[in-house]
């Protein structure tokens, strides 16, 4: 999640792939045979930062009419929801967006691909699509459990153009000594490039939150940038030990996390993140870069 482009242009491309970013329990996580479709409205926002800030005609960060038509569209496009886009809006979209259809062909249907090859054996998709598009597309549904595609445009016009981050941290995080839980035997390469991620989310969400400790986490994107199909939170915590103490805290409720980081840890280990490469990088520190998403995508450094 360093690299939003990075990330973005995996929801725009090869939805039937063996290897999906979006994991397919992470997106439905079903106990019956119902589809939640957890995180849609965090997919759809960095789709739609992307479109308005590097396919439309933006002016003075404000939408005019027909750039928010469209975004809405495009969205509305992505999901392919059996019945929701009329031929003359299905045409409209795609006479005014010629580039982005041009560039990303599978944006049109997304979704649908992607529940075709991963999740058919969850939900059949007229079902599927009629609880979500219903939803989507209704303000008062919003109001009451979620976001729907105005909400999600107006976020997306808040948080801006997609960036590409680099988490500076000193070199000693390399030789640092993390211990297990139970304080025995040092812990994994594969454990200590999950912190460095966790760190970097943490360091990401308070860009928006300077002064605060703790931070809601984007828990699912954050899952898929590690390549965990599972909800639980063991997967994703750092449950180690640093100086005899946990570095890191988390406080989870169904689907929602907030997470923190020492700030003695902080300090030690000299965390920043910075959204353009350092022009410099002195001795003691690395930047590090994102690679990709799952487990064998480390983040490496410069």
């Keep these: 999640m360093l690299d939003e482009i990075k990330e973005v242009e995996s929801y725009l491309t090869n939805p039937q792939t063996d290897n999906p970013r979006i994991q397919p329990k992470l997106f439905?996580?079903?106990?019956?045979?119902?589809?939640?479709?957890?995180?849609?409205?965090?997919?759809l926002t960095i789709i739609c930062r992307y479109y308005l800030y590097n396919y439309s005609t933006m002016k003075?960060?404000?939408?005019?009419?027909?750039?928010?038509?469209?975004?809405?569209?495009?969205?509305?496009?992505?999901?392919?929801?059996?019945?929701?886009?009329?031929?003359?809006?299905?045409k409209k979209v795609k006479t005014d967006n010629e580039k982005w259809f041009q560039?990303?062909?599978k944006a049109d249907g997304w979704l649908r691909a992607y529940h075709k090859k991963h999740l058919k054996n969850i939900a059949?998709?007229?079902?599927?699509?009629?609880?979500?598009?219903?939803?989507?597309?209704n303000d008062l549904i919003y109001r009451r459990v979620g976001n729907c595609y105005e909400t999600i445009l107006a976020e997306a016009i808040v948080q801006g153009p997609l960036k590409i981050y680099y988490l500076t941290m000193k070199k000693d995080y390399e030789d640092i000594s993390f211990t297990k839980p139970d304080g025995k035997g040092n812990i994994s390469k594969p454990t200590k490039n999950k912190i460095i991620k966790f760190i970097a989310t943490y360091m990401l969400q308070t860009r928006f939150h300077p002064e605060q400790k703790w931070v809601v986490a984007p828990k699912l994107r954050m899952l898929n940038w590690l390549g965990y199909d599972?909800?639980?939170?063991t997967n994703w915590f750092?449950?180690?030990?640093?100086?005899?103490?946990?570095?890191?805290?988390?406080?989870?409720?169904?689907?929602?996390?907030?997470?923190?980081?020492?700030?003695?840890?902080?300090?030690?280990?000299?965390?920043?993140?910075?959204a353009t490469k350092p022009k410099e990088i002195h001795?003691?520190?690395?930047?590090?870069?994102?690679?990709?998403y799952g487990k064998k995508s480390p983040i490496d450094f410069l």
């Design 238 to 274: 750092p449950e180690v030990l640093w100086n005899g103490e946990n570095p890191f805290g988390r406080v989870s409720e169904n689907n929602i996390a907030k997470i923190t980081v020492n700030q003695n840890f902080i300090n030690d280990m000299g965390i920043k993140i910075t």
């Design 60 to 90: 003075d960060n404000c939408c005019d009419e027909n750039v928010r038509t469209n975004a809405k569209l495009i969205m509305r496009a992505w999901c392919g929801f059996s019945g929701d886009l009329s031929e003359d809006e299905l």
């Design 124 to 137: 059949s998709w007229d079902d599927y699509s009629s609880t979500w598009k219903e939803h989507l597309n």
């Design 230 to 233: 599972t909800n639980k939170h």
């Design 103 to 105: 560039d990303y062909p």
């Design 28 to 43: 439905s996580e079903v106990k019956d045979d119902s589809v939640k479709l957890y995180g849609i409205s965090e997919y």
């Design 283 to 292: 001795n003691e520190y690395n930047v590090y870069y994102d690679t990709g």
